[in-house]
């Protein structure tokens, strides 16, 4: 395909590529005025004799023309429409803005928005590139999944904030996926630490309604709540998700032993259970 350019009355029959048109023109530049055959002009470029005949037939002169003058009007036409073709329309603006956008959006959603295939939004983004455009890099991510493109993460974040206390199976069922999905984008993640470790982590509806009701029952006791509940060792189950770092869910609650009160703040669940294992000696004793 050739792009015709008329202006001085002269017509070119151009390449539609800039980076060919500039091409064709050091060739021409090269030759203009100089008593040289086309073999040596072809060396001098690395390319074949017949690409640099193409050269010369596209801006309407013959080689002996070329070679006898020492300017051609036609040269500044080319150069013109070189800066012409250089340019960026407004669509392609909005293309690199969208592509620099923080929502990281792939090339088939630019050209979805746009009406263009993938190849074509590639190929603009490529010509801004060489225009000297600064483009967001697009690396693959290590864990090689993008997380700022993943839909399934974001609704996974707002979860998050909505209720922090689920199991992958409710969240399974809320976001009407496969439990494994769950898991696969959890991992990711936790990874880059999106996400708290007892997001999903536990597998038991009930311990998650034990926890809920030991935080707002300040005056039930981790025995009490384990009794109803069905639990045996409640406070040792607590004991052990502070092990795990994970005791900043449990509230600081208030003990009483031996008539006196006893104030407990990190430690709550330990000390309660200190305190069943020195009942228990006294009454073994």
Request: aromatic share 8%.
């Amino acid at each position: 395909m050739v792009a015709k350019v008329a202006q001085h009355d002269i017509t070119l029959n151009l390449p539609r590529r800039p980076t060919t048109v500039e091409r064709y023109l050091k060739i021409v530049k090269f030759a203009l005025g100089r008593d040289r055959d086309v073999e040596a002009v072809a060396k001098h470029f690395g390319c074949s004799p017949a690409t640099v005949l193409n050269a010369i037939r596209a801006f309407g002169v013959t080689y002996d023309q070329v070679r006898r003058r020492r300017s051609l009007p036609q040269l500044k036409v080319a150069e013109e429409y070189i800066k012409l073709e250089r340019r960026l329309s407004e669509r392609d603006q909005k293309i690199v803005e969208m592509y620099n956008s923080p929502e990281a959006p792939t090339l088939e959603q630019i050209g979805r928005a746009f009406g263009l295939t993938r190849q074509r939004v590639h190929q603009i983004l490529k010509k801004a590139k060489a225009l000297g455009v600064k483009l967001a890099e697009r690396k693959t991510p290590p864990e090689g999944h993008w997380i700022e493109r993943c839909q399934l993460c974001k609704r996974l974040l707002e979860l998050q904030d909505e209720e922090p206390l689920l199991t992958r199976r409710q969240i399974a069922a809320r976001l009407e996926v496969p439990i494994w999905v769950v898991h696969w984008h959890l991992n990711r993640l936790k990874a880059r630490g999106l996400v708290k470790r007892h997001f999903g982590y536990f597998r038991s509806e009930r311990l998650i309604r034990a926890i809920t009701l030991y935080n707002s029952q300040p005056d039930v006791s981790a025995w009490k709540l384990g009794r109803t509940l069905g639990y045996k060792n409640l406070p040792g189950i607590f004991c052990e998700l502070e092990k795990r770092g994970l005791g900043y869910l449990l509230r600081p609650r208030t003990y009483r032993a031996r008539g006196r009160r006893r104030a407990a703040q990190a430690g709550t669940v330990i000390d309660a259970k200190q305190v069943f294992r020195k009942q228990r000696g006294r009454r073994a004793r």
